[in-house]
């Protein structure tokens, strides 16, 4: 392992990206690599986990398993969102599962009771124990943090808060409204391929030309796509329409009228590191939840959400349809290009590495993300980390 992370080294210490390359091939399948990332991105970080629509009203829940851990999201009687383990504290059955309205959280195997903020509110037959004291039988609360709409956990409890790391977006985000988007779609994905090979297909147009010739390239054409500075724990990328299209749902319309006209011409990309992916128009969102299954293995959840506008709209339904018809198609012609990749790197016939185009700036972000929270290159102040080579707006 000590191999690779030299070899990995080198890819994250490029600090101008007119020289940037691709990880090791090494990188995608990695056992040794794949724990210390456990360890260090997914735990020590922020993981988007639902919507906040998605436990609406009191008593709703929505459980979720997070690289093994089974949690439920609940929404106590006061409104409360709580983030709890799910393991009964009596024997370690689960205590709920899936989602749905709850009063309470009772485990199926000898009915612990819980409330829905993790309390033990009964035991049966647990009087006579010696020494049982319900305030001890708590489920266990993971830390989370509410970022427009979107619940985040920090499973370690270590991480920085979450929405000063991010208040760099908010230019881009204001007279979107995305706190009033809402889910209409969730599908799951197996992936045979590695969380880093999602987010680095994600997070650039240059494939537009490729797998997207014939649905995107068209009107968001690759050479019409335009990065900006990242930060310490988000890349940002704009996807921007040809002026020979006008603006129309479901992508691009409708939206809150108080978005800028420009602003109707374009897609925001964003990632919030580890894996955190969405894309934003003025119509419509789908985020990317990614669940870690091992070296070269994700679970994906792909989140398809309407802008208030579009929900309000009278063709709502037919919207919706386009929408998620639309979205699913394009998902569906990277499915093919990731496996693809995954099964080349798993091949160990893979050499060196690959040069990047400008294009692919945000992957080189992401590559200096890796070398700062793995102990790679030496973390530079917040915001300052850019050694000096600090590349602006590229590609517009
Ligand atoms: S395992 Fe939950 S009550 Fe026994
Ligand atoms: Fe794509």
Not at 342 to 363: F, I, T
Request: hydrophobic share 40%; charged share 25%; aromatic share 10%.
């Amino acid at each position: 392992v000590s191999d690779l992370l030299d070899q990995l080294r080198a890819t994250c210490a490029i600090t101008d990206p007119a020289r940037a390359t691709t990880l090791p091939a090494a990188a995608y399948r990695s056992p040794e690599l794949y724990e210390l990332e456990q360890a260090r991105l997914f735990h020590a970080g922020w993981q988007g986990v639902c919507r906040v629509e998605q436990v609406a009203s009191p008593g709703s829940y929505y459980s979720i398993d997070l690289l093994g851990r089974p949690l439920v999201v609940t929404r106590d009687r006061d409104g409360a969102l709580h983030v709890l383990s799910r393991t009964c504290r009596h024997r370690w059955m689960d205590v709920v599962s899936g989602a749905g309205q709850a009063s309470t959280l009772q485990c199926p195997y000898h009915l612990w009771t819980y409330g829905l903020d993790g309390e033990l509110l009964g035991a049966p037959l647990m009087n006579d124990v010696e020494g049982f004291d319900r305030r001890e039988n708590c489920l266990p609360r993971i830390r989370h943090e509410v970022w427009h709409g979107f619940v985040f956990v920090n499973l370690d409890g270590t991480a920085e808060p979450l929405a000063p790391r991010l208040a760099r977006l908010e230019t881009y985000l204001e007279n979107y409204d995305l706190d009033g988007y809402r889910s209409v779609d969730v599908t799951n994905w197996d992936c045979p391929w590695d969380w880093k090979i999602m987010v680095d297909n994600f997070m650039e147009c240059y494939h537009h030309l490729g797998p997207h010739r014939n649905s995107l390239e068209d009107e968001f054409p690759a050479a019409m796509s335009w990065t900006d500075k990242g930060d310490d724990l988000f890349s940002i990328m704009h996807i921007a329409q040809d002026q020979k299209y006008d603006v129309r749902p479901p992508f691009l319309s409708p939206g809150s009228p108080r978005l800028r006209p420009e602003q109707y011409r374009e897609i925001l990309i964003f990632t919030v590191y580890p894996h955190f992916m969405i894309s934003l128009g003025p119509g419509f969102l789908y985020w990317m939840k990614v669940l870690p299954q091992g070296p070269g293995k994700i679970v994906l959840q792909l989140d398809i959400c309407m802008s208030p506008a579009a929900l309000a709209h009278p063709d709502r339904d037919i919207l919706r349809r386009e929408l998620v018809d639309g979205v699913i198609a394009i998902h569906q012609e990277d499915v093919d290009v990731c496996a693809a990749v995954q099964r080349a790197v798993d091949s160990g016939a893979v050499d060196g590495v690959g040069r990047l185009s400008r294009l692919e700036q945000p992957l080189w972000e992401l590559y200096r993300y890796l070398g700062r929270h793995l102990g790679l290159v030496t973390p530079h102040p917040a915001g300052t980390d850019r050694d000096g080579s600090s590349p602006a707006e590229v590609g517009r």
